[in-house]
């Protein structure tokens, strides 16, 4: 979307390798969501900052509100992290929620 | 974790035809919206609703009308379906801003 620029558009890691998804804010944000949508087309909350860093397991998301942009890392990435990796952020001017346009990752044995 | 149902799983429709969209929560959360995807994109907010009775343009609202009839529930209604709105239709719902969405409706309008 306008307001959230999400790269790269596509990813292939092989497992066991770690990489950094990002996306830049055009505008400023109050908080940042990250799913994963899956092979089934599901998203699924990975995380939700409204600032700072928080980790779960292999995965940590950093969100730098001031430089208007998060990122989220992967290590040690397995076959079942596949899928469409999206952010969502939501502005401080009207609430709204702004969807960037996705990471596609592809985890290769 | 919010529990989010959506029906049917998929439809195919007519041009024309009337279309409605149910979605359905478990975890009393306020706030619930209606997403569209479109392939190889990011979702785009269509209408909201922050209490029963009540809703809310989103940022694409043009051809589409919801319907909260109680905060469980949450309805997105197509009344001239049209080629342009064939999608994956996700319904959500949020607790502090943090969305939980239901696993999409698959629409091919034909």
């Known amino acids: 979307g306008d307001q959230v620029e999400q790269s790269p558009s596509a990813l292939s890691l092989h497992e066991g390798t770690g990489s950094a998804l990002r996306c830049n804010f055009t505008t400023t944000m109050r908080a940042v969501q990250w799913f994963q949508q899956n092979s089934r087309g599901s998203l699924i909350n990975l995380f939700y900052?409204?600032?700072g860093t928080k980790e779960n397991g292999r995965l940590k998301s950093t969100f730098n509100s001031k430089e208007s942009y998060s990122t989220l890392h992967i290590r040690d990435a397995q076959l079942e992290d596949s899928g469409t990796y999206f952010c969502?952020?939501?502005?401080?001017?009207?609430?709204?929620?702004?969807f960037g346009d996705g990471t596609q990752l592809v985890v290769k044995p | 974790e919010a529990a989010v149902t959506q029906s049917p799983r998929s439809k195919v429709a007519v041009t024309g035809g009337k279309v409605t969209l149910s979605c359905h929560q478990t975890n009393n959360h306020d706030y619930m919206y209606w997403y569209r995807q479109d392939t190889g994109h990011g979702l785009r907010l269509i209408h909201y609703s922050y209490v029963a009775d009540s809703t809310e343009k989103g940022d694409i609202p043009d051809g589409y009308k919801a319907s909260r009839p109680s905060q469980e529930n949450f309805s997105l209604i197509l009344e001239l379906a049209s080629l342009s709105q064939t999608a994956v239709y996700f319904c959500?719902?949020?607790?502090?801003?943090?969305?939980?969405f239901g696993h999409g409706t698959k629409l091919s309008v034909l």
């Open positions: 900052l409204a600032s």
């Open positions: 959500a719902s949020s607790v502090n801003e943090r969305l939980f």
């Open positions: 969502a952020a939501e502005a401080w001017s009207n609430n709204r929620i702004f």
